[in-house]
């Protein structure tokens, strides 16, 4: 296959998602290529027990409120997946999955998109492919020596999984916290949660509403070249979500420091102290998926591609969306998603026309 459109948006998640609505009201011919067989992004993906931070009326994009979950004041991420796939029909958004994007190369006035099954070729290209497909694992003394089983956040799914067992949870923010607290809720598991300083807990009256207006407040402020005062929090600081708070209040969420190596049987702390464990869990975050855009040279020293707003610097025809700050305030976000997306969209159609 061989086609060419305005527009490709590489992903069909939530960002790929926000992008097409934006970009149908531009009426600019587009497609929209998941890596996935079936709505949701990565969402499908998450752990049993997942919430959002917000409650589902804060938590939409662009053009149809995400309907409330009965008897959930903060959804999960089945209902979530569930809104995705209805805004995807109810839009009428043309996705084409599964499709998976191998490269895209500039092509005189075009941009080229190489897929495993055929070729794109695109006036302007979003990428919307988001950070879930390229999970992060810092580099620990003694990895290959443990001889448990060791695994990342998405790879995580219950606490049923572990029982019988002791799980080291490694990392310090939310999803750290969320499973730890999902683990410390199941009768059988027993865990150690290890973060590098000790966890800061929003007060309980806050969650991803105040995130957002904190990171648009942020943006704002180092835009306007003043100093970024953190707004009502920092971001890196955990939502206490019902599980989490359940369990904090319990006494069940104590952290230790970070250990200093593994060994074959356990983690190995600076004191000498070590603790034999049978399963590594590494919240430890995430990098952007952007293997795709490769051919392109557009990466920095530090690996980064520069952007302005959500515009490549060095490739007008590039947008990216959903990637974190460095692409619209709280742009990973559902809630944070509407403002860039319709930046993009506009910014395309001026280049266009």
Do not use: C, N
């Given at each position: 296959m061989s086609a060419a459109q305005d527009v490709v948006v590489i992903g069909g998640g939530q960002a790929g998602l926000a992008a097409g609505y934006h970009l149908r009201r531009r009426n600019?011919?587009?497609?929209?290529?998941?890596?996935?067989?079936?709505?949701?992004?990565?969402?499908?993906?998450?752990?049993?027990?997942?919430?959002?931070?917000?409650?589902?009326?804060?938590?939409?994009?662009?053009?149809?409120f995400m309907p409330p979950q009965h008897g959930e004041p903060y959804p999960e991420a089945a209902h979530v997946v569930?809104?995705?796939?209805?805004?995807?029909?109810?839009?009428?958004?043309?996705?084409?999955?599964?499709?998976?994007?191998?490269?895209?190369?500039?092509?005189?006035?075009?941009?080229?998109?190489?897929?495993?099954?055929?070729?794109w070729y695109a006036r302007a290209v979003v990428s919307a492919t988001g950070t879930w497909w390229r999970p992060f694992v810092p580099a620990v003394p003694g990895q290959r020596a443990f001889t448990g089983r060791q695994l990342h956040t998405v790879d995580y799914r219950s606490p049923k999984d572990f029982t019988g067992q002791h799980v080291l949870v490694v990392g310090g923010g939310n999803s750290g916290a969320q499973i730890a607290a999902d683990l410390a809720a199941y009768d059988g598991v027993e865990h150690t949660w290890v973060t590098r300083r000790p966890?800061?807990?929003?007060?309980?009256?806050?969650?991803?509403?105040?995130?957002?207006?904190?990171?648009?407040?942020?943006?704002?402020?180092?835009?306007?070249?003043?100093?970024?005062?953190?707004?009502?929090?920092?971001?890196?600081?955990?939502?206490?979500?019902p599980p989490v708070r359940e369990a904090r209040d319990r006494g069940l969420l104590v952290h230790a420091g970070m250990f200093e190596r593994l060994d074959a049987d356990g983690a190995v702390w600076p004191d000498g102290a070590r603790k034999d464990v049978d399963a590594v869990i590494w919240a430890t975050g995430f990098r952007p998926s952007l293997a795709h855009l490769t051919p392109l040279g557009l990466r920095d020293a530090r690996g980064h591609i520069p952007t302005e707003g959500t515009r490549a610097c060095d490739e007008p025809r590039l947008h990216l969306l959903g990637y974190g700050d460095w692409t619209g305030p709280a742009s990973a976000t559902l809630i944070g998603l509407g403002r860039p997306a319709r930046d993009a969209a506009h910014e395309i159609s001026r280049l266009l026309s």
């Open positions: 600019l011919d587009f497609v929209i290529l998941d890596a996935q067989e079936s709505p949701g992004g990565a969402w499908r993906h998450m752990w049993d027990s997942l919430h959002l931070f917000s409650p589902a009326e804060f938590s939409s994009l662009p053009g149809r569930d809104y995705l796939a209805d805004y995807e029909q109810r839009y009428g958004l043309p996705v084409h999955r599964p499709v998976q994007v191998r490269g895209v190369h500039r092509d005189g006035e075009l941009l080229r998109v190489e897929t495993d099954s055929g070729t966890p800061r807990y929003l007060p309980d009256d806050i969650d991803g509403r105040a995130l957002f207006d904190a990171a648009t407040a942020r943006r704002r402020a180092l835009e306007a070249g003043r100093p970024d005062t953190g707004g009502v929090a920092s971001l890196g600081d955990i939502v206490a979500v």
